[in-house]
């Protein structure tokens, strides 16, 4: 074969299948060692994750001691706001980030070349080959989902008043608000029962008798930013909520809602770059070893059932050897035979006649 051959290979093999090859994981090990190859990129992801736990101990010092002050003159219970004014503010985090960021770098910047050089599928986005003639359905559908699933939580908080006895089980005072140290070992606590939960959940809602619960969040395969809170109500709950408050529930009044809200954008900011479809070089989780990235949990959108159910970190996958095979399609170049770049539910329907 001549070298020229070679080259044009290379570049096909990289130009559909990764656009870039910042990254190539052929291994469980070898990724983590390409997440420590020195370069600016690995410093500017150090200095987003120090500057996130830094910022959001200073922000949550400022501001809490003012919204206590508040209350105490209104006469109202800072507990009664605190877990109500955490989520919202999460919520609106994923709204500015997800909706606003991500929507216009979709629809404006897609063509720029340094997105293009980072963007994971080389397909057509979901809205393009939206079977809906005004091609603006995958985007309203989620946001209507997300305004569903979050208003039902209205509901739940004078509910958790009633079995508990206090609208909120994490510490409110302004006195005990937590350092920068307190408030990281706290979010990773929450992270590592994050994991476990998550993993477990997730790879039970594979399962044929409970996909149907999942397979809202499937249907999009060409993923985008919001799709990260694109669940069926069932799935919110058991998923996204049930895996995030378990580990603060077990701190209990030990977490402060300082840290409560640092976790909560945390998690919220992971589940968007996930599932952003480009390698953000800026991503600050790729700092932690371990650590999932959008290629892969792509390809658990591409191929549904064939491992790769983590979400934070990969060790759980590891454990069950679930993510074997996608270390194999990366060792091998590419998409396995029967997949079709397809973004809608044709995919799906080839993966539940291999479950059946
Ligand atoms: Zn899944
Ligand atoms: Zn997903």
């Known amino acids: 074969m001549s070298t020229a ?3 044009v ?18 291994s469980f ?18 200095a987003v994750l120090y ?5 959001m101990t200073d922000l ?6 003012r919204i206590v002050q508040y209350c105490n003159e209104k006469n109202i219970d800072p507990a009664d706001i605190a877990l109500p004014g955490a989520m919202g503010l999460a919520f609106t985090f994923f709204a500015i980030y997800g909706y606003g960021f991500f929507g216009f770098i979709n629809y404006y910047c897609d063509d720029w070349d340094f997105f293009k050089r980072i963007r994971i599928h080389k397909g057509d986005w979901a809205w393009v080959t939206d079977p809906r003639e005004d091609g603006s359905g995958v985007y309203s559908d989620m946001f209507k989902a997300w305004l569903f699933n979050n208003s039902l ?9 009633y079995v508990i006895g206090t609208s909120c089980p994490f ?18 606590f929450s992270v590592v029962c994050f994991d476990v939960v998550f993993y477990h959940i997730h790879r039970m809602l594979h399962h044929k008798d409970f996909y149907w619960i999942h397979r809202k969040h499937h249907s999009v395969t060409v993923v985008v930013g919001p799709v990260g809170a694109f669940y069926h109500p069932i799935d919110e709950w058991l998923e996204a909520i049930t895996a995030s408050l378990f580990g603060p529930l077990l701190l209990w009044d030990k977490m402060h809602i300082v840290s409560f809200q640092a976790w909560f954008v945390f998690a919220i900011w992971a589940a968007l770059e996930i599932h952003c479809g480009y390698e953000l070089p800026w991503n600050m989780y790729q700092a932690l070893p371990f650590s999932v990235d959008a290629r892969y949990h792509d390809f658990h959108h591409r191929y549904h059932h064939r491992g790769n159910y983590a979400a934070v ?33 044709e995919n799906n329907k080839v993966q539940q006649k291999k479950l059946n």
Do not use: C, M
Request: net charge negative; hydrophobic share 35%.
């Open 5 to 7: 051959t070679k080259t």
């Open 9 to 26: 290979e290379k570049s096909t093999n990289e130009k559909v299948i990764w656009g870039s090859d910042l990254h190539l994981h052929t």
């Open 29 to 46: 090990w070898q990724q983590e060692v390409n997440r420590y190859r020195p370069s600016v990129w690995l410093l500017v992801k150090f």
């Open 51 to 55: 500057t996130y736990f830094k910022g």
């Open 60 to 65: 949550g010092g400022a501001y809490w001691p």
């Open 153 to 161: 939580y209205i509901p739940t908080f004078p509910l958790v008043k």
């Open 171 to 188: 510490r409110t005072d302004a006195d005990s608000l937590p350092g920068y140290f307190e408030l990281i070992w706290q979010v990773a």
């Open 313 to 345: 970190f990969t060790i759980w996958d590891y454990i069950y050897g679930t993510n074997k095979e996608y270390y194999e399609w990366v060792r091998n170049g590419g998409p396995f035979e029967d997949f079709t770049d397809v973004p809608f539910d």
